[in-house]
């Protein structure tokens, strides 16, 4: 697409695939980026704490109605969608979508006798993916390329499914579930985390700040996808034949008394990645330059030591019965 | 104010007082019949909890770094908004702007043993509250008419300050909670609670329904109130002097899993709420008809299976040093 923003070509040749799944590198890629340039503590920080978080996590990760953990209490925004899943030793787990191996190292370190399988429609991704992996350590998460609506895996091959920041760029989402269920086993369970940048909301407040926003929605909704998709995953799993349905809100509330979430998600995170579609935005037509970069200064503005930033991402476990 | 939807010309009574309070009447009285209506779990039905949720809630109430609860786990909003808000045995405590009574009774409730003290502005509002706190047996409340920036106290009278749903309605809040401050004592906490219609998003979206929404916030505006106040509270506690500002998001999300909040929430206190000021709205000019309807259609929509609803309420407690 047109749309997008000239750096990201690969995009494009996703798109040129005979599949129909538009590829989650970008945003991966993004948030990425942030994640690591904020000073998050990344899963390399964490490495010593397997033993204690393991038996932790194994508790909750299988309690679901009983597990989220408050977000108050978390103070990395892997913390606060990950802490909480961890699968047992020997099952079958399956990444849909695992881009460049953000998330799987975190899948890899909380539960680590488990065998995880972690796919992505990307070659280049998966071959990073891999290196990451393999550079901490890991010798519990196997890699292939493949694409998602075409898994070459049997049905009922896996315990477990992990879907992360991957049904936002697919434009049929249901399908891609459906997909995914049939080789679930039954009485397994599917993990899915999706942001929303419609959960957006700040203080100062900014119209065009929400212009500038809009447009990464518009770009998105274009390429066959939906920034909005986190409200959406109850009535999507439900579309798919999904039960136990349990959707929980991880919200990112951000004032000055954190200053690592302000540097690290308001600035660095949420708004380099609203920051990154100027040029694709004022290329559509989408808006003018003024009003798009005011309202990037704007979102910088609510990283001041009065401003406030709120953002959620909706994390979802449902079992195929 | 004409804008104000004509059953409530008690509220223009109040701005017709010397004070520059606006009433919190109005919306007070909306929350209270929606909960009533809602068939949430209302003091009445917690009777017999107090020794358990008291011990519980002494805990957390103390440490308001670590007593946040979980709001998946919150299954009524008098729950999710005041569970971990408790009181010691003796300290005197301030309820300013008690309205109605309707968070009095969980007040009295969960701090038996804590002397609170009720105040409101309008005579009437606590007349009906001292007879719903009377009527459930609390002898721990006692009720003074009087406008919050001019309360008859001492000052560092109270060791704990609780401030509900009042702020939204004020036009000048930094100016009330200086004035609240000054009768609260060092090393005392103040504790606010506010909603912020601007975090209201749900499935399926809805221009309308926004629109509509957008009429309640205006005319809280003209009213010299801010519907969006809750993601200020940091901002306006620190400008007010208080230190250890703690602010807790508490989301309510509500899907068809949750048929009580469906009901609860989703129609009968948010919609039923936007649907209140409709003529107000016309009058005033702020909307047609035709698109408020539809609106309000959109929000009922929301509540239907497939759909899903977002709110987020803020508390934040801080401390006078």
Same mark, same amino acid.
């Given at each position: 697409m047109s749309a997008l923003p000239a750096e990201h070509n690969e995009t494009r040749g996703f798109n040129q695939h005979q599949s129909q799944v538009d590829h989650p590198y970008l945003d991966k890629k993004r948030y990425e980026k942030a994640l690591g340039e904020a000073g998050f503590r990344g899963p390399e920080a964490a490495t010593g704490h397997e033993g204690r978080s393991m038996s932790k996590a194994y508790v909750h990760g299988?309690?679901?109605?009983?597990?989220?953990?408050?977000?108050?209490?978390?103070?990395?925004?892997?913390?606060?969608?990950?802490?909480?899943?961890?699968?047992?030793?020997? /099952?079958?787990?399956?990444?849909?979508?695992?881009?460049?191996?953000?998330?799987?190292?975190?899948?890899?370190?909380?539960?680590?006798?488990?065998?995880?399988?972690?796919?992505?429609?990307?070659?280049?991704?998966?071959?990073?993916?891999?290196?990451?992996?393999?550079?901490?350590?890991?010798?519990?998460?196997?890699?292939?390329?493949?694409?998602?609506?075409?898994?070459?895996?049997?049905?009922?091959?896996?315990?477990?499914?992990?879907?992360?920041?991957?049904?936002?760029?697919?434009?049929?989402?249901?399908?891609?579930?459906? /997909?995914?269920?049939?080789?679930?086993?039954?009485?397994?369970?599917?993990?899915?985390?999706?942001?929303?940048?419609?959960?957006?909301?700040?203080?100062?407040?900014?119209?065009?700040?929400?212009?500038?926003?809009? /447009?990464?929605?518009?770009?998105?909704?274009?390429?066959?996808?939906?920034?909005?998709?986190?409200?959406?995953?109850?009535?999507?799993?439900?579309?798919?034949?999904?039960?136990?349905?349990?959707?929980?809100?991880?919200?990112?509330y951000v004032d000055s008394s954190k200053p690592q979430l302000v540097e690290g998600f308001t600035k660095n995170t949420f708004t380099a990645m609203i920051e990154g579609v100027r040029q694709s935005s004022i290329q559509a037509g989408l808006i003018d330059e003024k009003t798009f970069d005011d309202g990037i200064n704007a979102l910088y503005r609510t990283a001041e030591t009065d401003g406030v930033f709120c953002y959620t991402f909706f994390k979802a476990i449902a079992a195929k019965a």
């Open positions: 299988y309690d679901y109605r009983e597990n989220i953990r408050l977000q108050d209490q978390a103070s990395t925004l892997v913390e606060l969608l990950h802490s909480d899943t961890a699968y047992p030793a020997g /099952c079958r787990v399956l990444e849909a979508g695992c881009g460049v191996g953000a998330q799987t190292i975190t899948l890899g370190r909380n539960s680590p006798h488990a065998r995880i399988t972690s796919v992505d429609i990307s070659a280049s991704s998966v071959a990073e993916a891999r290196k990451k992996i393999e550079g901490a350590g890991f010798t519990n998460v196997a890699f292939l390329q493949g694409d998602i609506f075409s898994l070459p895996f049997e049905p009922s091959s896996f315990d477990h499914i992990f879907v992360c920041f991957v049904l936002e760029h697919l434009a049929r989402p249901v399908e891609a579930l459906n /997909c995914l269920k049939k080789i679930l086993k039954v009485g397994g369970t599917i993990t899915v985390i999706e942001g929303d940048h419609g959960s957006t909301y700040f203080y100062p407040d900014s119209e065009t700040a929400h212009k500038a926003i809009q /447009c990464q929605v518009e770009l998105q909704k274009r390429a066959g996808g939906n920034a909005n998709i986190g409200r959406e995953l109850y009535p999507l799993l439900t579309a798919a034949g999904f039960t136990s349905i349990h959707v929980s809100p991880r919200m990112v």
